[in-house]
């Protein structure tokens, strides 16, 4: 029993950090009709960032998040504008195959610049944890947990309350009929890529603080793991994506006490697709994404 | 008055009610003139130089060649389901994976020989297609790109996990020597020869299907399936056999691929690359036409070997700033780039660029 409470705490944790890794996937998908293949490598490269400011400098990763932020938002706002606008109208394999092209050229250069090697940002606190009766909850994951609750719940705030994030949501129903009311569509595409971009860097921060990364598999998984919370919680949805993440999270370190090998991957896919099958909308989506017209 | 009884869905969408094989067959030669026989002129003439060439180099270079076989007849299956039926499946190198380790299976557990279980492998793939395909082929756009991929995901788990049969994590080995061999191996100017006969069928069975009735119900599907279904076609049929036959040529190049490789694990033949090679050496090359993705395979994996052996661990970087490049600039593909340029005498790159931006 305890270690069945101690694998579904586990799963809580690490369901909000995955959570947290797909919201950017999943609104990106949701507003623009992109499949964003290198998510995951715009979040190693937020590792590799506050990585560099922890060596280097002693920042710690929690303190190093705004820079992180801040550094991929421009990266994501300058992608966008000059390169994904570009072939946003093409058929949806083109702007996979640009995101996948993207994924080989910011993954090498990682590569190039970091070796292979699995990396780490080592903090005092971490490793700790403290006990609840028989389950022990570590103090890292923890925080990372509340810090992608916190962020998914301020962004669903900008998305209903201001008016930019207004101005995004429109232009993800109807393109055209927001550049008529005055909304610069190629604008708001690029702020909304580089919002993706930062929350997938501060996603990568969080990761690196409380396991390992590495630029050759971290990001292929990441990026699986967003394409599968994505399609659950529904598109376009930040609760959805929190959801989805919970879900996966959970699912995936109870199917790791109950099942041997990796048949639970299995299991998560079947899900995906009778997901995909039953209710393409998501768990919680709405049906606006999936019957929208592709323009 | 009596009415002949139908023929049922498939062989009505396949043939057409009122022209019987033959019937077309013969229309077919006698519509033949030197003006429009060209592409079949040509595509024999180019597999006499491939058997002509073979003679003159080393076998390393038909080690290169044979992969750049390989990938044309991938190529031209997803360009099957994804270029004409405009389904961008994700998933094709489950058909690849199955397709290998049926072959693998068969011959290492139960001696049978590469001959039987190459049919039986095409088979798998096929009814793998059917089945998966009926409730997939419903979901459309990415949702079917991202269903396909978890399918493929999801047989590699299996294939992994069946750790009695398939040998699992830890790979499977066809014996190839001595009398435990079921058929001998191939050795790599058999495999030059067996890869480009597959990828010269794979070839034909492109350039027939397009011209056909079936072809024009595919395309139909792709500009609009609804009014597709408005008209008469039944799109459902159509898109499965169109899963269908992409899935039978990428089974038996893996079955092929199989043996080639004499020694393999899941994550070789389940390798998540081989569907986005499928997917960018069609797109780059030109979607929806036939010689879109013979020169898009060839092309692409010439450079990638190109790049591979001179730039070392730049490769794959420069690989990716290419495929980049390329989308931004030809996003219908070079060779309908060039085609329509042709046509129109407009060559300005810059009005092509324009032509999807935002």
Known sequence: MSQFLQAAAYGVVQGGLLGLVAVGFSLVWGIMNVVNFSHGALAVTGAYIAWILNIRFGVDPFLAIPVVAVALFAFGYVLQRGLINLVINAPIFLTLLLTFGLNLVILNGLQLLFTADDRTIDTSYASQ??????????????????????????????????????????????????????????????????????????????????????????????????????????????????????????AESLGGLLLTGTWVNAIAMAVLIITLVIRPSGLIGKAMYGGRVEV | MTQKPSAGPVAEVLQGRSRSTQGMFGDWIRSR???????????????????????????GTQRLLTSVFLFVALAQAWNIIGGYTGYASFGQVAFFGLGAYTVAVLMNNYHVSFWVALPVAVVVGVLFAVVIGVPLLRLRGHYFAIATLGAAEGAREVVNNMTSVTGGGGGITIPTFGSEAPTPYFGKPGFYLAFLVLAAVSVAVAALIARSRFGYAMVAVHEDEDAAGAVGINTTVVKVIAFAVSAAIVACAGAFYAFQQIEFYPTDVFDASFTVLMVIMVVIGGSGSVVGPLAGAVGLELLSQFLRVNLGSFNQLIFGAIIVLVVVFFPQGVVIYLRDAWRTRQFSILDNVRRYRL
Do not use: E, K
């Open chain 1, 129 to 250: 944890s403290f006990a609840i009766g028989a389950v022990n909850v570590p103090y890292g994951r923890l925080a990372a947990c509340f810090l992608a609750l916190g962020i998914t719940v301020a962004l669903a705030l900008m998305m209903s309350r201001t008016r930019l994030g207004h101005a995004i949501g429109a232009t993800g129903m109807d393109r055209g009929a927001a550049r008529l009311m005055g909304i610069r569509a190629r604008h708001i595409y690029a702020v909304t890529f580089g919002i993706a971009a930062a929350l997938a860097g501060v996603a990568g921060t969080m990761i690196a603080t409380v396991g390992s990364f590495n630029p050759t598999t971290t990001p292929g998984q990441l990026t699986l793991d967003a394409f599968v919370i994505s399609v659950l919680g529904g598109l376009g949805n930040m609760y959805g994506a929190l959801v989805g993440g919970l879900v996966l999270g959970i």
């Open chain 2, 33 to 59: 003139t030197p003006a429009n026989s060209w592409p079949v002129v040509a595509g024999f003439a180019v597999f006499a130089a491939m058997l002509g060439l073979q003679q003159l180099i080393v076998p």
